[in-house]
């Protein structure tokens, strides 16, 4: 039994190197800290709206006719009052020079009446009667006359005009598109708003848009209507607002992402990953003496990596912004600058 006591008193002696192994204390956990500071924090509205032009038309031939002429270019610049398109009038100018004749000759006609009931050999029925005749033959000269206006098409205000689809020559049906004019000094951007965030926006505030095409570049408006009616399918209120469009970045039918800056306020905050979840509850270690020490905070709205605390903190505090889940209340930690424990400790 002797040669087997080495043995044990080996064995006895290896299970105390494992327990003194065990009894090991555990690294100082290494954080980095941030003080608690106020900040600007903005109330926005995200929503998505859709860019309309000023003003829009479609200019459409109003009779089945001929085109004799077209007056712009693709893409092109027209002025308020300028002739676009021009349908064939020949059969018009012809209709408008014979009423013109027989208006001109009953007014004359009418003038012999007047003369002669004036010295009493004309009736006051003949004179009533060529009266009507000569306002009949004006009404008919002044009809031809729209007829042959109604085939020069003019644009109602100045704009750029969409690419033509029609050549001349070719016979167009009546409300035929010839060409849409679109004025886009600046652009209507329509986009709705939930019923429950109506309290937030009101005419005259500011918002901010981006399009995709100019991710980089925000542009700037006003709302300038809310409408009156809430759909009642959706629970929204579409809203119109104006952005100025001077270099005509902007086009109708873009989608923007539309910020309406509802309000702003200075808040005290502290970045994100400093924040940690229990349920419903949020927390923060604060630093103090190096211990951190598990505080319950109040928070609000969450803007450019920083969370806004409303409760449960003051200026100038230290909070753990990196680190937070190797932390438990109440322990240790070091920072950066300092030595490590068992380099101090040896």
């Known amino acids: 039994m002797r040669p087997l006591l080495p043995i044990a008193l080996i064995a006895l002696s290896l299970a105390g190197c494992g327990a003194k192994r065990e009894e090991k204390p555990r690294a100082v956990p290494l954080v980095e800290v941030g003080a608690v500071a106020p900040t600007r924090f903005t109330d926005a509205l995200e929503a998505v709206g859709t860019a309309l032009a000023n003003e829009q038309v479609v200019l459409s031939a109003?009779?089945?006719?001929?085109?004799?002429?077209?007056?712009?270019?693709?893409?092109?610049?027209?002025?308020?009052?300028?002739?676009?398109?021009?349908?064939?009038?020949?059969?018009?100018?012809?209709e408008l020079a014979s009423a013109e004749a027989t208006a001109l000759q009953a007014g004359q006609q009418l003038q012999r009446i007047q003369a002669l009931q004036a010295r009493g050999f004309a009736t006051g029925a003949t004179l009533e009667q060529q009266t009507a005749a000569a306002n009949a033959a004006r009404a008919n000269a002044d009809l031809a006359r729209a007829s042959i206006g109604d085939r020069i098409i003019r644009a109602p205000f100045a704009g750029w005009v969409s690419l033509?689809?029609?050549?001349?020559?070719?016979?167009?049906?009546?409300?035929?598109?010839?060409?849409?004019?679109?004025?886009?000094?600046?652009?209507?951007?329509?986009f709705t708003v939930p019923e429950t965030r109506l309290a937030m926006i009101r005419e005259g505030m500011p918002i901010r848009a981006i399009a995709a095409a100019w991710p980089d570049r925000p542009f700037s408006g006003t709302i300038a209507t809310i409408d009156p009616v809430i759909d009642p399918a959706t629970r929204a209120v579409r809203v119109r607002a104006i952005l100025p469009n001077p270099d005509h970045a902007l086009k109708p039918g873009m989608l923007l992402t539309v910020s309406v800056l509802a309000g702003d306020r200075q808040s005290l905050a502290v970045p994100e990953l400093a924040v940690v979840g229990d349920g419903d509850e949020r927390f923060v270690f604060v630093l103090e003496d190096r211990t951190a020490k598990r505080v319950k905070v109040d928070t609000g709205i969450r803007q450019n990596g920083l969370v806004e605390i409303t409760a449960g903190l003051k200026p100038g505090q230290k909070v753990v912004t990196e680190g937070v889940v190797k932390l438990t209340d109440g322990v240790k930690v070091r920072l950066a600058g300092d030595r490590p424990a068992a380099k101090a400790a040896g």
Not at 63 to 85: M, N, P, S
Not at 181 to 187: G, Q
């Open 164 to 190: 033509r689809t029609v050549s001349p020559g070719a016979i167009v049906t009546a409300g035929t598109a010839i060409a849409t004019v679109s004025d886009i000094s600046r652009i209507k951007l329509d």
């Open 62 to 94: 109003p009779v089945t006719e001929r085109i004799t002429a077209l007056h712009f270019a693709d893409g092109g610049y027209v002025a308020k009052g300028q002739v676009v398109a021009t349908l064939a009038v020949g059969q018009e100018k012809a």
